[in-house]
């Protein structure tokens, strides 16, 4: 087994220098930064570009790709595609990546098709957890698109492939009317499960956040964000691959809707920054003002192609969550950065601080952020979920796959082997 894995990684590394990208060692590059952090930087890059394809996508016998969220044996459908997604542009001259990840879509058509509501699911297709996260339906599609994209293959646009994302597309449009068409419950939400009264504004309902924590207001700001564009990504699918244009139109019609819903429902006037989004709202004049770390957030609308990191809206809201008025934007002695409710108070999200340098225009904030990023490496040479501020060595999550790969992709970005906005 040992061979078998310094085998793969010498075969990424040659595939990659044949076409004159070989994988690049310096992480910490056009920084300015001590040589022990950039140190750091680097071998954190190596374990965590290596680590996740190795010990994360596994082959199945049925020709499928599991993905394994790390130190808890499920898959997550948002973290599984974001965790391959690094590996698109390689998968172009390795055969094996490509296998890869085909393999992930097949999987996670066939784990939608199984249940639409479920966020979770185990290697031999069972449910394992229910809470109905939006996002976890979009992912799958944001990923399948951006490989289609990339690569050109269209062969990952099975039949079932179809199914699953007309499955999506049905239950976004009931859940567009929660109250009316969903015969969703989920015993952490209020009114025994139904979840708090909304008012429709042509944005989806969602139960839980990014988080897998229940949403305070069913509508949750980026969550929509990210729906509106991936919607518009299925309509190329379906215009092009499948030719469908009843689909099309009808994916092109729901982003629409959601657009619109977000611009008039899920913005606020808060001072001193100006008109903001909201993380959540419900339409009927309430709004939760914050930001969480897990994507989709407000911070990371320019990461999946909302809005561009120009954007005056986008920068108000950004200075925002990146400020003492966001509850869960944290300061410490060795990092500052976007936490989570999820985890303990105090403690700063590496997913966060991948974003908020994947969305930073200014080369001092960049640098900063991979010196923060350098610390929280306590010597296991991972990201973890989260790290305490004050004292890096106390951490939640032993194994954590999806910050690895989205800092491997931090790597590769400013490289400009991938991309941060579309």
């Known amino acids: 087994m040992l061979n078998r894995i310094r085998g793969r990684i010498l075969a990424v590394v ?12 310096r992480a910490g590059d056009g920084l300015t930064l001590s040589p022990s952090l950039n140190a750091k930087l680097d071998v954190l890059y190596r374990s965590a570009y290596d680590e996740t394809i190795q010990r994360h996508a596994l082959p199945q016998r049925d020709g499928t790709t599991y993905v394994s969220t790390g130190d808890i044996e499920a898959e997550w459908l948002r973290d599984a595609s974001a965790t391959v997604r690094p590996y698109i542009g390689l998968s172009q001259h390795d055969p094996e990546v490509q296998r890869t990840l085909r393999g992930v879509v097949a999987r996670q058509a066939k784990y939608i098709l199984l249940d639409p509501y479920a966020n979770a699911f185990s290697s031999n297709y069972r449910v394992v957890e229910h809470k109905f996260e939006v996002d976890s339906l979009l992912y799958p599609i944001w990923f399948a698109y951006d490989y289609y994209k990339q690569t050109g293959d269209r062969s990952i ?8 994302f007309e499955r999506v597309l049905s239950t976004m449009r009931d859940e567009q ?3 009316q068409r969903s015969h969703y419950r989920h015993p952490q939400l209020a009114d ?10 042509g944005m989806v309902w969602t139960a839980f956040r990014p988080s897998d924590d229940p949403a305070r207001y069913h509508y949750n700001i980026p969550v929509n964000m990210f729906a509106s564009v991936v919607m518009k990504d299925l309509t190329t699918i379906a215009r092009d691959v499948w030719h469908d244009g009843k689909m099309a139109s009808n994916a092109w019609g729901l982003s629409v809707e959601i657009q619109r819903g977000i611009e ?10 100006g008109r ?5 709202v419900d339409g009927r004049g309430h709004a939760n003002v914050m930001d969480d ?14 809005l561009p990191k120009t954007n005056s809206l986008y920068l108000a809201t950004r200075r925002f969550a990146l400020s003492d008025r966001n509850p869960y934007f944290f300061r410490g002695k060795y990092a ?4 989570s409710p999820h985890t303990p108070h105090g403690y700063v999200w590496p997913l966060a601080l991948c974003v908020q340098a994947l969305t930073a225009t200014d080369d001092r904030e960049i640098d900063q952020l991979f010196g923060w990023i350098a610390v929280s490496d306590v010597g296991d040479h991972r990201l973890h979920e989260s790290f305490n501020s004050e004292w890096p060595e106390s951490y939640t999550r032993e194994d954590f796959a999806w910050p690895n790969a989205l800092y491997a992709e931090l790597v590769l970005t400013r490289r400009g082997q991938t991309y941060a906005e579309r």
Do not use: D, M
């Not at 040659?14 to 060692?25: D, E, I, R």
């Not at 903001?276 to 959540?280: C, D, L, N, Q």
């Not at 500052?336 to 936490?339: E, M, P, T, Y």
């Open 157 to 164: 646009f099975t039949p079932e492939v179809r199914r699953a």
């Open 293 to 306: 770390a897990n994507i989709p957030s407000l911070l990371s609308i320019p990461y999946f192609g909302y």
């Open 276 to 280: 903001i989004y909201a993380y959540e």
């Open 192 to 201: 025994n499960g139904r979840g708090s009264p909304v008012k429709y504004t």
């Open 177 to 179: 009317r929660h109250a």
């Open 264 to 273: 008039q429902y899920g913005t606020l006037e808060l001072a001193p920054f």
């Open 336 to 339: 500052q950065g976007i936490g």
């Open 14 to 25: 040659v595939a990659l220098s044949v076409v004159g990208t070989a994988v690049p060692v």
